[in-house]
């Protein structure tokens, strides 16, 4: 017989970490890309340079496409948290649809905005088509069969640690560096912002989830490094080397690099934390235990 949280002594743990970010995205995760002005943003792409439009459509096309895959991919990480996991952690994974697809939302009204409706598809680079066609897509769909602790950490590493918590965040980087920095599409930053609170969220339950495992079985430690240095290794080192950035900063790609590296440090510190927290500390961690802001 099916056991219900709202039916058990229990109930709904409101102390529990899946529940305070769950309270956050209903806070914070509204925001409306509608409400975006992009005016500025289309003065400011004709004001580029073809070779800055070109760099900069190739990073938006990227993270749009990102953006659409990750919002189809999702679902069954939500469906094998429901078998495996408690209510309180489906109940935050319910606002990930919502807030991929709005990210995905966002994207396509930019560049609406600023006039480039052409076809993306041939853009990204084959790193990029690797991990968005291939990897990502055969490891959350493994997930419909497969519910063991080695999937969910493969799911969470190749969704929330890598693509999320290294390469989008390098991406944000980019953004700032390239546009803040010579006051240029404004709309675009404030969008990417939004963008980046709402994926800090989903970094941080990636976090919780993988801490949880280990801390239940602490040989999953090894694993989910061991999976983290074989997507740093190949495909971060495939963008790294596919990626040209000949528009904005000279040095951005030695900047982005020591971003990725530091992003990729910060997750492995706090993962190796976890082999020595019992379930109940990891499962009341504070958000700003896991880099949630």
């Not at 948290?81 to 209510?87: A, H």
């Not at 396509?108 to 990029?128: C, K, M, Q, T």
């Not at 596919?242 to 910060?266: C, R």
């Not at 492995?268 to 802001?293: P, Q, W």
């Amino acid at each position: 017989m099916r056991k219900l949280a709202s039916h058990s002594e229990r109930g709904i743990n409101r102390n529990s970490l899946p529940f305070k970010l769950y309270e956050k995205a209903k806070k914070f995760g509204t925001w409306d890309p509608r409400d975006i002005d992009f005016s500025k943003d289309k003065a400011d792409w004709q004001s580029l340079t073809e070779i800055q439009r070109n760099e900069l459509l190739l990073q938006v096309s990227q993270f749009y496409g990102a953006e659409e895959s990750v919002t189809i991919d999702i679902m069954p990480m939500i469906s094998a948290i429901s078998k495996v996991g408690y209510f309180e952690e489906e109940m935050y994974l319910t606002t990930f649809v919502f807030e991929e697809a709005k990210h995905t939302d966002f994207f396509n009204l930019f560049l609406h905005h600023i006039g480039e409706n052409r076809d993306l598809s041939h853009l990204p680079v084959p790193a990029w088509r690797r991990l968005f066609h291939e990897v990502l897509p055969e490891t959350m769909e493994k997930l419909n069969y497969d519910q063991s602790p080695k999937a969910l950490i493969d799911a969470s590493v190749t969704y929330n640690m890598f693509a999320e918590g290294v390469l989008a965040e390098t991406g944000y980087f980019y953004f700032y560096e390239c546009l803040k920095s010579i006051n240029k599409m404004p709309g675009l930053l404030e969008g990417i912002g939004n963008i980046k609170r709402d994926e800090s969220r989903h970094i941080g339950f990636g976090t919780f989830l993988i801490q949880r495992l280990i801390s239940e079985d602490p040989s999953l430690y090894d694993y989910a490094v061991e999976k983290m240095n074989y997507l740093m290794g190949t495909i971060r080192a495939q963008f790294a080397q596919e990626m040209v950035y000949q528009g904005f900063d000279p040095a951005i790609k030695e900047k982005l690099a020591k971003f990725a590296a530091t992003q990729y440090q910060a997750r492995m510190e706090v993962l190796a934390r976890a082999k020595n927290k019992k379930f109940d500390e990891i499962y009341n961690l504070s958000e700003t235990e896991i880099g949630v802001y």
